[in-house]
């Protein structure tokens, strides 16, 4: 049995239900609460994933802990249904994936949001500022685990920084100009296949939920390309898109669903 310990609205859990269900891995689904209860700090999930962070995979000798690691175990599970099999694609799919995860999600999605909504910055700087504190004291109480808590403050820090020292329409600015950069550098599609011919592939997956975030944002007119355009729409009538509740919008309902759901989840190391 597998375990996915992930947030239904979470990027990079959507990069892993996505990457799992298009190589038709089934899993046991453990949803945790990021936002209000914060699960992801808590001490059992802490010792389940050093990091804090969703999503996790679990199961008999198996403990993955970052969506990368979980897209490449699914592209391995998927054998010769994926594009990552067939050497000839693997450096150009690499690439692919790696310039994917250069791109700072979060710093796209909250720019975008503090553009339009400049009264919710205080709201970011105080929880931000919160769980700066909140990890500081529970490292003081647990000075084992003090490393990973420390960096995890330290990793927040540098969240706050870059919402505090710098005008949000430049940081956005500067977003865009990163995801139109990725989206520049990828390969052509050819009419009815994929990024790399006619077997989707790690950076199908990865692609379909940068996509998905855009399109949440209100940026999905950087997907300029009519070739990338077509894919876009195709990638969301596969089945695994509907399966892996690939957002493409922020579902009030569906979110605090979630978070009534995340209370049931065991955590155990």
């Known amino acids: 049995m597998l375990e996915l310990f992930h947030a239904a609205p979470s990027y990079y859990s959507m990069v892993a239900r996505l990457a799992l269900a298009e190589a038709d891995v089934s899993t046991v689904s453990r949803l945790l609460d990021i936002h209000i209860a914060k699960q992801q700090l808590s001490p059992a999930y802490r ?106 403050a330290a990793q927040n820090r540098e969240r706050l920084a870059v919402f505090t020292q710098a005008p949000i329409q430049q940081v956005l600015s500067e977003q865009r100009q990163q995801v139109a950069a990725y989206l520049a550098s990828l390969p052509p599609v050819v009419a009815g296949g994929w990024l790399f011919g006619r077997q989707v592939s790690s950076a199908d997956v990865v692609l379909a939920v940068l996509c998905a975030r855009l399109e949440m944002a209100g940026e999905l007119a950087l997907l300029s390309r009519p070739d990338l355009q077509g894919w876009w729409q195709r990638m969301q009538q596969r089945p695994a898109f509907a399966a892996a509740d690939v957002w493409t919008r922020f579902q009030r309902r569906r979110f605090f669903k979630a978070v009534l759901q995340a209370r049931h989840t065991p955590i155990t190391p």
């Open 47 to 152: 010792q389940l994933n050093p990091h804090m962070t969703v999503p996790t995979l679990r199961g008999p000798d198996l403990l993955l802990t970052d969506s990368s690691e979980i897209l490449a175990f699914a592209a391995r599970q998927a054998g010769d249904q994926w594009a990552d099999a067939d050497p000839a694609q693997q450096a150009g799919i690499a690439a692919a994936v790696q310039g994917h995860y250069r791109v700072s999600i979060e710093t796209l999605t909250f720019s975008k949001l503090l553009s339009s909504r400049p009264w919710f910055k205080a709201v970011v700087v105080k929880v931000l500022s919160g769980v700066i504190r909140s990890l500081e004291r529970q490292a003081r109480r647990c000075p084992e685990q003090a490393e990973p808590l420390l960096a995890k």
